[in-house]
């Protein structure tokens, strides 16, 4: 009886995930660190939500582990961009997570959306896109949207916002404290919000280029002057012929600083930008190093500020 009750106990330590610790708790599982910060900050006082995807994984092509798909089956809510951007969680969440209330925030936020901006010069500044133009092909939509949308404080507001109605609805127990959450949280954002546009208002007509197009939303909501994007992979060293394209494009563009993402070597970003005049920076929109929790989020946002402004100054 003693190895049959150890055995029962193994199998439900296994299976049962460690985050669901008290049953009156809402089980919550969020795809990405920006997003499962400011829900982990709604929830602050009342539980933890679950990351799936930690450290530096990508969500492009993410692969769920054995108890993060059990936490999918047992989660209440599931939040996640939406297609364009986790296309990993599109199966488990058709399966698995068929229980869930899914708050996809490309659908919700769907009138906010911007289109990708894909590799080259880009003639203006990224800007919004009609309505009208925007719903006239939905399909074609998830496919082109650019669905960074965490990178402007004033959407991450707008996530907050549906996080804590959503969360009041299935845990109506709670309700006021993801209430008084939200409304906390919606001022520190505002704050940041405030504080970012002065940081950033000395220099946002220099002109720059980034590695990957990931910060239309963050250059939208600032006004910053983006003149183009590199597209290289960071697996593959460019060739001769592409270094002296990238080369071409700095120069013609007259770029201050050149932007990369903590994957790429600083050895090949020191060969891109070779006899040019630019500078060279680190971006990085998913806050890879840093420690997730509600602080994850402003830490990000912080951070980018500062070193686009240490780039172009």
């Known amino acids: 009886m003693k190895k049959i009750f150890f055995v029962c106990l193994t199998l439900c330590c296994l299976f049962s995930p460690a985050w669901a610790t008290d049953s009156s708790v809402p089980q919550v599982v969020v795809s990405i660190k920006p997003l499962h910060s400011l829900v982990a900050g709604v929830m602050q006082g009342v539980g933890k939500p679950l990351l799936l995807v930690k450290g530096g994984g990508s969500p492009h092509g993410y692969v769920l582990r054995p108890s993060e798909a059990q936490a999918l089956a047992n989660a209440q809510l599931v939040v996640w961009v939406g297609h364009s951007l986790e296309s990993f969680l599109e199966k488990p969440l058709s399966t698995l997570g068929h229980k869930a209330r899914q708050l996809e925030l490309s659908e919700q936020l769907a009138e906010h959306l911007l289109f990708k901006q894909h590799g080259g010069t880009w003639e203006k500044p990224a800007h919004m896109h009609s309505s009208k133009e925007k719903h006239a092909d939905q399909s074609m939509q998830q496919k082109n949207i650019d669905s960074h949308l965490w990178l402007d404080p004033v959407l991450a507001k707008q996530i907050v916002i549906l996080t804590g109605k959503a969360l009041s609805e299935i845990d109506p ?141």
Not at 176 to 185: G, K, M, P, V, W
């Open 173 to 313: 127990v709670h309700s006021s404290q993801y209430q008084a959450n939200t409304a906390e949280l919606s001022e520190k954002l505002d704050r940041l919000d405030q504080k970012l546009k002065k940081q950033l208002d000395p220099v946002k007509d220099t002109p720059y280029i980034v590695f990957h197009s990931a910060y239309q939303y963050f250059e939208s909501a600032y006004g910053l002057n983006a003149v183009g994007s590199i597209t290289i992979d960071p697996d593959r060293k460019p060739g001769a012929k592409k270094i002296k394209e990238i080369r071409q494009k700095i120069k013609q563009l007259n770029a201050r600083c050149v932007f990369s993402e903590p994957q790429f070597e600083s050895r090949l970003i020191a060969t891109v930008i070779e006899g040019t005049e630019a500078k060279t920076g680190i971006l990085d929109p998913l806050g890879a190093d840093l420690a997730e929790g509600p602080e994850a989020y402003f830490q990000l946002m912080n951070r980018l500020a500062e070193n686009l402004y240490a780039g172009l100054k």
